[in-house]
């Protein structure tokens, strides 16, 4: 089972650890970890694997993803949050160092958590239709981002509050790392509420973050537009066009997210490096 998909960003490493840990995963166990590489040329993947196997990692496939090719390596280890930011950070040295174009992080797989969850997935399904999305919202204000996102994924398929399901599934999905699943349900929540203004809010910052800075400044704006009081709506619109380069829009902005809220320390610190 793999517990999140790329995870390779220290806050994500950080919250898939306590949400493991929250769930009774030993990090003292070694278990199997999945190392991703990708790059346009497959003969440079070729090298770069032998240069992983000398370091005890083993091969266990090249696949094409659209344009590009990605070597996936594993090895059985031990790591906690730290340790795995760790050999993240090594890996990405190396793949650099090797002109390998991403690392593109890991994935945890375990058969002993797939039994583990598979019980849960049974509870899940004995839970009555009335309780079932009470109990996801439970899990969720726990952080128990794991459990909540199986019980939101029953609520989806018995059609339960959908709007609500898919965002807040798709929020779990941001915090385990699973970015695509989290955009897909966000869009969905917005497909069945277009004037959600956090899942506007949400997948904005996801694309920011995946520096799809074209797509997050819709985003944004579709976000303020929700709710023209948003400090923070405008704020990240402001920081999203200074990364397209768009200087006087990202000031105009800015000025718009303190006049709002003069107390918005991150708008005061874009505004500075903006003058």
Same mark, same amino acid.
């Given at each position: 089972?793999?517990?999140?998909?790329?995870?390779?960003?220290?806050?994500?490493?950080?919250?898939?650890?306590?949400?493991?840990?929250?769930?009774?995963?030993?990090?003292?166990?070694?278990?199997? $970890?999945?190392?991703?590489?990708?790059?346009?040329?497959?003969?440079?993947?070729?090298?770069?694997?032998?240069?992983?196997?000398? &370091?005890?990692?083993?091969?266990?496939?090249?696949?094409?993803?659209?344009?590009? $090719?990605?070597?996936?390596?594993?090895?059985?280890?031990?790591?906690?949050?730290?340790?795995?930011?760790?050999?993240?950070?090594?890996?990405?040295?190396?793949?650099?160092?090797?002109?390998?174009?991403?690392?593109?992080?890991?994935?945890?797989?375990?058969?002993?958590?797939?039994?583990?969850?598979?019980?849960?997935?049974?509870?899940?399904? &004995?839970?009555?239709?009335?309780?079932?999305?009470?109990?996801?919202?439970?899990?969720?204000?726990?952080?128990?981002?794991?459990?909540?996102?199986?019980?939101?994924?029953?609520?989806?398929?018995?059609g339960i509050n959908?709007?609500?399901?898919?965002?807040?599934?798709?929020?779990?999905?941001?915090?385990?790392? &699973?970015?695509?699943?989290?955009?897909?349900?966000?869009?969905?929540?917005?497909?069945?509420?277009?004037?959600? $203004?956090?899942?506007?809010?949400?997948?904005?910052?996801l694309y920011f973050?995946?520096?799809?800075?074209?797509?997050?400044?819709?985003?944004?704006?579709?976000?303020?537009?929700?709710?023209?009081?948003?400090?923070?709506?405008?704020?990240?619109?402001?920081?999203?066009?200074?990364?397209?380069?768009?200087?006087?829009?990202?000031?105009?902005?800015?000025?718009?997210?303190?006049?709002?809220?003069?107390?918005?320390?991150?708008?005061?610190?874009?505004?500075?490096?903006?003058?």
């Open positions: 089972m793999s517990f999140s998909q790329r995870c390779n960003h220290a806050n994500e490493i950080q919250t898939l650890y306590s949400q493991l840990v929250a769930t009774g995963f030993d990090t003292k166990k070694p278990i199997s $970890y999945h190392y991703f590489f990708i790059d346009n040329d497959p003969q440079a993947l070729v090298l770069f694997k032998e240069l992983l196997l000398k &370091q005890n990692y083993r091969f266990v496939n090249t696949s094409k993803k659209g344009d590009k $090719y990605q070597l996936e390596v594993e090895k059985t280890e031990a790591l906690n949050a730290e340790s795995a930011m760790q050999v993240g950070k090594t890996l990405n040295q190396l793949a650099k160092a090797n002109n390998i174009d991403i690392f593109d992080g890991f994935e945890l797989k375990s058969e002993e958590k797939e039994e583990s969850f598979a019980d849960f997935k049974e509870e899940v399904e &004995q839970i009555p239709v009335l309780e079932l999305f009470k109990k996801g919202i439970e899990l969720y204000d726990k952080k128990n981002d794991l459990k909540a996102l199986i019980v939101f994924d029953r609520c989806i398929k018995l959908s709007e609500m399901s898919y965002y807040k599934r798709g929020n779990c999905k941001t915090s385990l790392g &699973q970015i695509t699943g989290a955009i897909d349900d966000l869009e969905n929540t917005l497909r069945l509420n277009p004037k959600h $203004y956090e899942a506007s809010f949400n997948l904005g910052g973050d995946g520096a799809n800075y074209e797509k997050a400044a819709t985003y944004y704006q579709k976000a303020i537009l929700l709710n023209p009081r948003s400090d923070n709506g405008f704020y990240r619109l402001a920081a999203t066009y200074q990364k397209m380069g768009m200087k006087n829009a990202a000031l105009q902005n800015c000025q718009k997210s303190l006049q709002i809220n003069p107390n918005n320390s991150y708008a005061k610190e874009l505004i500075g490096s903006l003058k």
